[in-house]
């Protein structure tokens, strides 16, 4: 832990006092977690939209994917009881990997619906109603 009223020095992998050696290490995002109405519901169609799956322990009530592939993160689904109210304050933007077009179509057949066509990107709604973007 970094000590008070030291003049502190951020390099390497931690704080450190003025003068001292070591690292700092950064946080990483392990997790996103949403808020839905059937977690099971919203778990499959994102483990379907990424490539991966969803655990076999995985219930309406609560759900998890893994990240495919290394490096991203994992995806937590919470049933709650309240709907959606308001805009996300984050959201996905995916790269496709091929035409827009063709991504936009094989989401929509996974149950996404789409919101807006741009020049640029798609914005469109998983069948939570959580937005996200595909460019």
């Not at 001292?20 to 946080?27: D, I, R």
Request: some cysteine; charged content about 25%.
């Amino acid at each position: 832990m970094c000590a008070p009223n030291r003049p502190l020095r951020v390099t390497g992998w931690r704080c450190r006092p003025e003068g001292s050696y070591g690292h700092l290490v950064y946080s990483f995002i392990k997790t996103v977690t949403f808020d839905c109405a059937d977690a099971l519901v919203t778990a499959r169609f994102w483990a379907a939209a990424l490539g991966s799956n969803v655990d076999e322990d995985s219930t309406s009530d609560k759900a998890y994917v893994e990240a495919a592939g290394w490096g991203g993160p994992n995806m937590w689904f919470n049933r709650v009881p309240e709907q959606k109210t308001a805009k996300n304050r984050i959201h996905f933007d995916l790269r496709a990997p091929g035409a827009v077009a063709d991504e936009v179509a094989r989401l929509t057949t996974l149950g996404a619906t789409v919101l807006r066509f741009g020049e640029d990107l798609t914005v469109m709604a998983d069948p939570d109603g959580n937005k996200f973007c595909v460019e």
